[in-house]
């Protein structure tokens, strides 16, 4: 009976760089996705087709994947840059390309694998079908969705594998469905700028004026940590699991990676039909934390249904880890006491604190004293003009975080994992002297031989601890040795030298073995004929900003396509943003949450509220069946006039709405 094949699952990181990307591939990742040279939805994190290429050189050694972002949407005339990068990426070695842009399937593309990309907005198991029988083989779902949901877009997708965010920075609104940056400055989030203005403070107002909230950050989100989920998501059909971040740090990077590594391996060896979609296993320096990387707190979102306190609404900053407590302060220092001896402050630390308002507060530290126990005294670093009496509401009693910890930065500057594949290493005596024969733990095999004369040992079993203990010896190399066996009838004489010779030549030849062995991903074919889009009317929404996407969704059976907000068709009032984050129900003002309570909650009403900050407003009116949230408001005259100015002095062609055909 044939063996069943095994399920192999992939954890995808972030790199801003490719020694970022080398890193988190040493870390324990199977895939790391990185921008290019543009079109990229980072648009500060874009790189060279030769770094690319050393990355994908180093990630195909351990069988691991390179994917490049091509996830903006494009004007006309950049459609013809964008196809000839596809074919440079092809030429570097790139695994997939992630895609937004559907008028990109229109061009002569490479034979490269195509992902959708968040930006395509997957929600449906009707959304996640039509993409996968347009040719994409794997797909990012929307971050909003349950398990259910997950389930119900698994029975539809058998043929691509489903990809979904478990960790980092949220984006408060449906991906590729904001479009407040660009209506409030001009940058548009589907065109890799977006400006994050869901991070301000707002004052939210009622119908009647009455303030609900004041100046809180209530469309600022915590951050996604799935960790805890990670089983669930497998059994409901996820296959790669996403680390969000390219614009993170290296540490970052390997920390939350070796998080995830490990978390997954675990599961998998427990779990005979899971397997980690690259090769080897990693050892660390350091147990990973994720908790020491930026974040604004953590949660897992809507995959167990809608919570309440998914909010980051004091601060989109990052408070850190709790430290201790603040025991005096004196006119140019304060005392801490961390209340664990084990816990030791370090120049340059950062430390936060909460002031009488709910603000989050700051100070690096520029020399930390000991003074014996668990209490230290603080020097801070002050900025220029600032005075110590400028630190707000720091007073004893005071509870201390901290946000950098430069005993951990430090730790994670050096090396801190060595990535290796197992190998079986064989050394058999043949007619004319010695073969090395080596077998990793995918079956790949390599052999070499060595002439030299068959001289019995002197020391049969010094010759026998000798030749394994050298031949164990791959320390500079991406190999481990699992097991050593002599298959010679008498161990017989062989100088060091030649035995680390014969070694060195084995592993070069099993390195070249298993780049021969390497297959790169295969790009689907789209069903034919052409499989109809869901709907058959697309509204400025669906993001289209060039003719080649209008004739793919026309090709597709649409017949009213809408253009894209970045062409400036809809001047009015519209959502610039939807969301299933409700402010109400984040406020405890959502009439379901109401049902059954006396008083003024049970009175309450889904009507729209305001969202003010400065002089911007924005109205916010909710859709309870599909339980969504719809920021309502115009582009800025005076963005609109700037864009416009732009575009007269270099004149550029996109895509205007006109019905299909």
Same mark, same amino acid.
């Given at each position: ?25 040493? @870390? ?12 990229? %939805? ?15 050189? @180093? ?199 070796? @998080? ?9 060896? #427990? ?21 020491? %990387? ?132 064989? *050394? ?57 066996? *002599? %298959? ?19 592993? %070069? ?95 309450? #009403? ?56």
């Amino acid at each position: 009976m044939p063996a069943t094949p095994m399920t192999r699952l992939e954890l995808l990181a972030p790199a801003r760089d490719a020694d970022i990307g080398i890193e988190a591939i040493n @870390h324990g990742a199977d895939a790391v996705y990185i921008g290019g040279p543009g079109f990229g %939805a980072r648009d500060k994190a874009g790189n060279a087709i030769e770094d690319i290429a050393r990355l994908v050189r @180093h990630a195909h050694r351990f069988n691991a994947r390179i994917f490049v972002t091509l996830n903006t949407i494009l004007r006309d005339d950049e459609l013809e840059g964008a196809r000839t990068l596809t074919w440079q990426l092809h030429d570097a070695g790139v695994d997939a390309l992630i895609v937004q842009d559907m008028g990109l399937l229109e061009l002569d593309l490479p034979p490269i694998q195509l992902h959708a990309s968040t930006q395509t907005d997957i929600r449906t198991p009707e959304k996640a079908r039509f993409l996968q029988d347009v040719g994409f083989s794997q797909m990012v779902l929307a971050r909003e969705l349950d398990l259910k949901q997950i389930r119900a877009i698994r029975e539809q997708v058998q043929h691509a594998h489903l990809e979904f965010f478990v960790h980092g920075a949220l984006c408060v609104a449906y991906s590729g469905q904001c479009f407040i940056s660009h209506a409030m400055t001009g940058r548009s989030a589907n065109r890799g700028s977006c400006s994050q203005e869901c991070r301000q403070p707002f004052t939210v107002v009622d119908g009647q004026g009455r303030v609900v909230a004041h100046d809180k950050h209530v469309l600022s989100l915590k951050d996604n940590d799935q960790s805890a989920n990670l089983e669930a998501l497998i059994d409901a059909g996820i296959r790669s699991f996403k680390i969000e971040g390219r614009y993170k740090d290296m540490a970052t990077v390997k920390n939350v990676t070796a @998080h995830y590594r490990t978390l997954l391996d675990a599961i998998i060896d #427990r779990r005979p039909e899971l397997a980690r979609s690259s090769d080897g296993r990693c050892r660390y320096t350091f147990t990973p934390e994720p908790e020491q %990387a930026f974040n604004r707190g953590g949660t897992d979102y809507f995959v167990n249904g809608r919570k309440i306190d998914i909010g980051a609404f004091d601060s989109p900053k990052h408070a850190g880890m709790p430290l201790g407590e603040v025991k005096r302060v004196g006119p140019d220092s304060f005392d801490v006491d961390t209340g664990d001896a084990t816990r030791v402050v370090n120049n340059g630390d950062a430390l936060t604190w909460w002031d009488r308002q709910g603000e989050l507060q700051g100070v690096p530290v520029n020399v930390a004293t000991p003074l014996g126990g668990t209490a230290w005294r603080i020097e801070p670093n002050l900025s220029k003009g600032q005075q110590f009496s400028d630190l707000k509401d720091l007073f004893p009693g005071t509870a201390l975080n901290r946000n950098r910890d430069m005993a951990w930065e430090r730790l994670l500057a050096k090396p801190s994992a060595d990535r290796r594949i197992a190998v079986d290493v064989t *050394l058999a005596q043949v007619a004319d002297g010695f073969e090395l024969s080596l077998k990793d733990e995918t079956g790949v095999k390599a052999a070499v031989r060595l002439p030299h004369a068959l001289e019995p040992a002197r020391n049969p079993q010094q010759a026998e601890a000798q030749y394994k203990e050298h031949l164990a010896k791959l320390g500079d190399t991406i190999f481990d040795a699992r097991r050593v066996r *002599l %298959a010679m009838r008498e161990p017989y004489f062989l100088p060091v030298s030649k035995l680390n010779a014969l070694r060195r030549d084995g592993v %070069a030849a099993l390195e070249a073995a298993r780049e021969a062995a390497f297959r790169r991903l295969p790009r689907h074919a789209p069903v034919e004929p052409p499989v109809p889009y869901p709907d058959d009317t697309l509204t400025y929404l669906a993001n289209v900003y060039n003719a080649q996407a209008a004739a793919f969704y026309a090709r597709h059976g649409v017949k009213v396509i809408g253009a894209a907000y970045e062409s400036h068709e809809e001047l009015g009032e519209v959502p610039l943003m939807i969301t299933k984050h409700c402010v109400r129900w984040s406020l405890s003002l959502c009439p379901k949450q109401a049902k059954g309570v006396t008083g003024v909650q049970g009175t309450v #009403r889904a009507e729209p509220l305001t969202l003010q900050h400065g002089d911007d407003h924005f109205t916010l009116r909710f859709d309870c069946k599909p339980c969504e949230m719809h920021v309502v408001g115009s582009m800025q005259k005076h963005v609109l006039k700037q864009l416009n100015s732009q575009m007269k002095a270099e004149p550029v062609r996109f895509y205007r709405s006109r019905p299909a055909g």
